[in-house]
């Protein structure tokens, strides 16, 4: 089954960065579209960042942009989400997504806290 598990997640001061990974399993990685989405204290699941199946096309939210970086590794199923210039506000929990004919599958989250 479809399985997608985040890690690289944690406490990092106003400033810092942190690199978020999501290794996919039991699905052909290579063949999908993938996405981070985020959940902070309080608000709405918003789309972070998405990078298409090859990895030549990427999407950012306005508040990702110049800041974050979406990557992939099909070789190692495994997604990426370089972090710079972490603010408070991008305190959340960070999701990976993708969506498949059978439906969106979700990992369990990882946890970003940016407090000094």
């Known amino acids: 089954q479809v399985q997608l598990v985040e890690s690289g997640g944690g406490l990092v001061q106003p400033g810092g960065s942190l690199r978020l990974a999501c290794a996919g399993s039991?699905?052909?990685?290579?063949?999908?579209?993938m996405s981070w989405y985020r959940q902070g204290p309080g608000k709405e699941r918003e789309l972070v960042a998405s990078?298409?199946?090859?990895?030549?096309?990427?999407n950012y939210a306005d508040s990702a942009k110049g800041r974050f970086t979406i990557s992939r590794d099909n070789g190692k199923n495994t997604l990426y989400l370089q972090m710079n210039s972490l603010e408070p506000e991008d305190t959340a929990v960070y999701y990976c997504?993708?969506?498949?004919?059978?439906?969106?599958?979700w990992g369990q989250g990882t946890q970003v806290t940016v407090s000094s």
């Open positions: 997504k993708v969506v498949q004919l059978s439906g969106a599958y």
């Open positions: 990078i298409s199946n090859t990895g030549r096309t990427t």
């Open positions: 039991g699905f052909t990685f290579s063949s999908y579209t």
